[in-house]
């Protein structure tokens, strides 16, 4: 397992409150206990540019965002995050486990927002030295769970309302069934089967 995860990039994703932070965390004491070398991060977030980006792009008083604003500043701070600290990680032959990535721009703003998932890859191309990680596993949940999980303020993503979360999930499970390394797990499961299940998914992945 530490030959084949070393210097492998995996994304945990999904829709608001699908347990992508919790998950993460287990995943990387997992990997930790199997000898492999490993780094976490959040995207947007983890360099002093990308806290920045990410406390505007949350902060519910900036109602008046525009789809596109969001886009440009989610890309920008992950640029900085590629460049800062993915880069680096990957060329110690760490294994990168991302809370977040270009997949929710895709859902968000390019399937939910209604830019185009292809317009958000194409800017990806042009801005990100790497576009798609190694693996990314999409945690899949229902808006009644994902709401019930979420026991604090909403921050000005989150309360877009239902009809947009909506959105988010279906662009999720549509670009699983497009783009390849895009796998799905059900995250309304407990917290342990859903671990197990990321851990199959890891071990069955071809990294190709």
């Known amino acids: 397992m530490k030959d ?11 829709p608001d409150g699908c347990g992508k932070s919790t998950q993460a965390e287990l995943l990387v004491k997992w ?8 780094s976490r991060f959040r995207d947007p977030g983890d360099t002093a540019i990308g806290e920045k980006i990410r406390e505007i792009l949350l902060n519910p008083e900036h ?3 525009d789809t596109r604003t969001e886009l440009l ?4 701070a992950r640029a900085q995050l590629w460049a800062e600290k993915i880069a680096p990680a990957l060329n ?3 294994c990168v486990i991302l809370d ?5 721009t895709c859902a968000y703003q390019g399937f939910a927002g209604g830019f185009g998932a292809d317009k958000v890859i194409g800017i990806a191309t042009d801005c990100l030295e790497r576009v798609w990680p190694d693996l990314t596993i999409i945690l899949d949940v229902d808006l009644k769970t994902a709401a019930g999980r979420l ?4 921050d000005r993503m989150e309360a877009k309302g239902d009809g947009y979360h909506q959105k988010v999930r279906e662009g999720f499970l549509q670009l699983a069934e497009e783009q390849k390394n895009v796998l799905v797990v059900d995250a309304a499961a407990g917290v342990e089967t859903v671990h197990k299940k990321i851990l199959e998914l890891i071990s069955e992945a071809s990294f190709t």
Do not use: C, F
């Open 100 to 104: 977040r990535w270009l997949s929710s």
């Open 63 to 65: 109602l008046a965002m």
């Open 73 to 76: 500043l989610y890309m920008a």
């Open 4 to 14: 084949r995860l070393q210097g492998k990039l995996i994304v945990l994703d999904g």
């Open 92 to 94: 110690e032959n760490h």
């Open 31 to 38: 990997l930790e206990g199997e000898d492999v070398p490993t």
């Open 151 to 154: 026991k604090r303020q909403l």
